[in-house]
């Protein structure tokens, strides 16, 4: 398509002004987001834009969707190359696709052996679309592994999940969310799951009956308010998962591919897990993909022809970009420039945090750093970030998130603190 003069100047997608789109908006859309009054018409590496001239930094980086920058120029060029060469489009999932093969093999191959009891034959992946659908093929795996292999009577299987679990937002997901206004009115809600607080082993041990088939959990809390759970949390539940014949499952949608300084959250306490989710920065934050990795015979296991399926999960455009998206995580080294500049930035933090009488806790690890605040609203300091063109927002409602794109400069993170310094130091 050649772009008329017009279009070519303009900054982002339409002629619309800020005012006719929020008009738009307010009319057409659904109001299921509290929405800071920015509107963004372009973006590129850890940069915002708006009509009005204005440059953001994102320091929430599409909740880890967008680890490598907005627009990664070769994520950009395996799509368009996918489009322009005649092999994006969607394909029934009843034949094969080379590129699909392809994701499939780099993602298998990146995750560490999972589920090492049942063989080290290596993994298999099932791809979809957006991280609560992987949530969800996980709980099928988790009750099918019940169901066959311990013989749990089908419809009794029971999860153990946590406090504060942040999963997703469709009906079996939200069924077993803490977290009232996710759920309130949605019923009936799915049952077979148990919450109880994260990090607490001798509770974990306490819920197992003879019905528990597994045990869903973040390895660090992301919506929840940004917890580190306790250090061998993680361990203990290999142990416990072990011992009782449970599969664990880690849900690394928003803390793995290099969000916390390691490719996958769990690698900080060396444990595997019998499954791992990862979703959002998995295509580089340009088309929705997402993922189940396990243990190649837990595969074969718990998905025949017929029970499982996808129209779009795994299609080509989102493969190629999944392929493209895991080379720069690799080439780009951005799991360990996530632990690099995140342990800068933490310690710059820290010592705005000591000046100011509004924080209460600086945590996380990589690029994934937390701001308690005392006040208990951390959108109050986010609105004043914003007018000061950087973007953050809360987790948790207490907690403001940093998580820029991995791939900040010295710059940037001077940029951050400054703003920091700005609202929270009196
Ligand atoms: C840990 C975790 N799991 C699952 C999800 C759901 O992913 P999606 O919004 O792509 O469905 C999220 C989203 O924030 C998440 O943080």
Known sequence: ?????????LLGYSELSDKELLDLDERYGANHYQRLKTIVRKSEGAWLYTQ???????????YSAANPGHHHPKIVAALVDALQRGFGSVISNVVYTDV????????????PQLGTRFGTDGNKALPKNGGVES???AIKLLRYYGYKEKG?????????????????????????????KYKEGFGPLTPGFKAIPYGDLAATEKMITKNTCGILVEPMQGEGGMYQPPQGFLKGLRELADKYNLLLAFDEIQ??????GKTFCFEHENVVPDAVVLGKAISGGLVPLSVLVTNRSLMDLAFKPGSDGSTYGGYPLACAAGVAALDVLHDEKLAERSATTGKILKEKIEKVAARSSHVKEVRGRGL????????????????????????????????????????INDDEVNYIVERLEKVLVD
């Open 100 to 111: 699909m093969s392809l994701f499939l093999q780099k993602v298998s191959t990146l995750v």
């Open 152 to 180: 749990i009577p089908d419809g009794k299987q029971e999860i153990i999940v946590y406090d504060n679990n942040f999963h997703g937002r469709m009906i079996t997901v939200v069924s077993f969310s803490t977290t009232p």
């Open 52 to 62: 009005d001239g204005r440059k953001v930094l994102d320091c929430l980086a599409a």
């Open 255 to 260: 803390v793995g591919l290099g969000r916390t």
């Open 1 to 9: 398509m050649t772009l008329t003069t017009t279009q070519k100047n």
């Open 368 to 407: 994934f750093i937390g701001i308690e605040v005392k006040s208990g609203d951390a959108m109050v300091y986010c609105r004043k970030l914003l007018d000061l063109d950087m973007l953050a927002n809360d987790s948790h409602g207490h907690t403001i998130r940093i998580s820029p794109p991995l791939v």
């Open 135 to 137: 949530v969800e093929t």
